[in-house]
Structure formats: structure tokens, C-alpha cells
């Protein structure tokens, strides 16, 4: 596609329910991370993807947050038994290559209320 | 641990105000300096990215320069469509390396 998308653009849930946040990466980028942006703070990186493989899923803060990636392609972040703390934009973004040599694109954000 | 500040946290220019926006960094083994542009209700937008100490880029009314320990994002003549907050974020360490951000700076201009 021309850019990253990212579904839903807005979920609201109920405390205690599972979400599942779905990104389309740019076509024949190899690279896709997941980062969540809080009101106020900066972003802060979640996992990163090289095909199918998550070789850096060190910023998912706990074990309910899992995420894959098929096909080399979409991916789909789940975050199971939300919490209040869990509410944030999450973004995704894609490179064509990974590493600090090439920029990254990312979506407009699928922005999450947990209430 | 890479850190990022960015300084001011938000700014207000009257149109034709040029100014400069701050962005301090600890890290160890810069592989890139980056800087966003992010519209409410957007995704960051890429806007420069910067390798070595003294390198510059320009982008229309802006300039991002680089030194060992900081980055500026110069506005030249701003109009009020350049209002957006701007990201500044650095990679390091390995070829997976992932962006660490700083909070960004909020910059309006006043027509």
C-alpha cells in the first residue's frame, strides 16, 4: 500500500477484555516495530519484527501484551486483560531495511480507551 | 541506557519568528539522530535523519544540525502551517536498533 495502516483508528474497552491492534506495513518492508505514545510522554518502543521473527521484544511491559507478524507481512498486537495503564495511541511503523540507516514510516495510530 | 531530551517543551513563535529546537542525547555509539514532525491525531512524519557530528540538512524552512552531544532543528521564517510537535529520536547498538524518543517539542505559530 502507499503507507503504513493501522485498524481500528479508536477502540474502546471494557477492563478485563482482550484487544487485538492490526498494522499493514508499506509492501516490501522487512522491518516493522510496534511503539505505544502516552499522553505526555515520548514514545516508547514496544517490539520490532525483521519477517516473521521478533529478535527485540523488550519493551512489551508485561506478559499480557504478545504480538506476530505473518507473511512477512501484517502484524497484530494483543493486549489481553486491559488495564486502565494500558490506554495510549499505539503506532506501528515499517522500514525497508532494519537498522538506523533507513527510516521508518509509521501509521496514524490506533488509539486505545480502557475504561 | 539512551536518553533523550528535548528543550523546550513547547513554543510560541509569531509567523516570521525564526528559532531553534533542542535535542540532548546520551548514548553509546550513535547510529542515527532522527527528527519527526507529528500532527494531532497522526503518526510521526519522517523529516531528517543525521549520521556524524557536523552534518546538516535542510528541508524547506527548516535545518537540523548535529554535534557530539546535540541536535537542532532550526526554523527559518515560520509560517503557521509548521505548528506540529517534533520528535527527535536516536538509534543505537546493533541493526535491530530501535528509536528511543524524546518527549518531543510543541511548537505554535501565530500567524
Known amino acids: 500500500g502507499a503507507g503504513v495502516s493501522q485498524s481500528p483508528s479508536n477502540k474502546v474497552t471494557e477492563k478485563g477484555k482482550d484487544v487485538e491492534l492490526r498494522c499493514d506495513p508499506i509492501?516490501?518492508?522487512?522491518?516493522l516495530y510496534w511503539y505505544r505514545q502516552s499522553l505526555g510522554q515520548g514514545l516508547e518502543f514496544l517490539i520490532y519484527f525483521q519477517g516473521n521473527s521478533a529478535p527485540d521484544k523488550s519493551g512489551l511491559p508485561s506478559d499480557r501484551f504478545s504480538a506476530e507478524r505473518t507473511g512477512g507481512s501484517v502484524s497484530t498486537l494483543t493486549i489481553q486483560r486491559t488495564q486502565q495503564e494500558d490506554s495510549a495511541v499505539y503506532l506501528c511503523?515499517?522500514?525497508?531495511?532494519?537498522?538506523?540507516?533507513?527510516?521508518?514510516?509509521f501509521g496514524q495510530g490506533t488509539r486505545l480507551t480502557v475504561v | 541506557e539512551d536518553q533523550v531530551t528535548q528543550s523546550p517543551e513547547a513554543l510560541r513563535l509569531q509567523e516570521g519568528e525564526s528559532s531553534s529546537l533542542n535535542c540532548s542525547y546520551t548514548v553509546s555509539g550513535l547510529r542515527g539522530l532522527f527528527w519527526y514532525r507529528q500532527d494531532p491525531g497522526k503518526g510521526p512524519e519522517f523529516l531528517f535523519t543525521l549520521y556524524s557530528a557536523g552534518e546538516e540538512k535542510e528541508k524547506e524552512r527548516l535545518k537540523a544540525t548535529l554535534t557530539k552531544k546535540e541536535s537542532f532543528l532550526h526554523i527559518t521564517a515560520p509560517k503557521p502551517e509548521d505548528s506540529a510537535t517534533y520528535l527527535c529520536?536516536?538509534?543505537?547498538?546493533?541493526?535491530?536498533?530501535?528509536?528511543?524518543f524524546g518527549k518531543g517539542i510543541t511548537l505554535s505559530v501565530r500567524p
Open positions: 509492501s516490501g518492508h522487512t522491518a
Open positions: 511503523a515499517s522500514s525497508l531495511i532494519p537498522g538506523a540507516n533507513t527510516e521508518a514510516f
Open positions: 529520536a536516536v538509534a543505537s547498538g546493533g541493526a535491530n536498533s530501535k528509536l528511543t
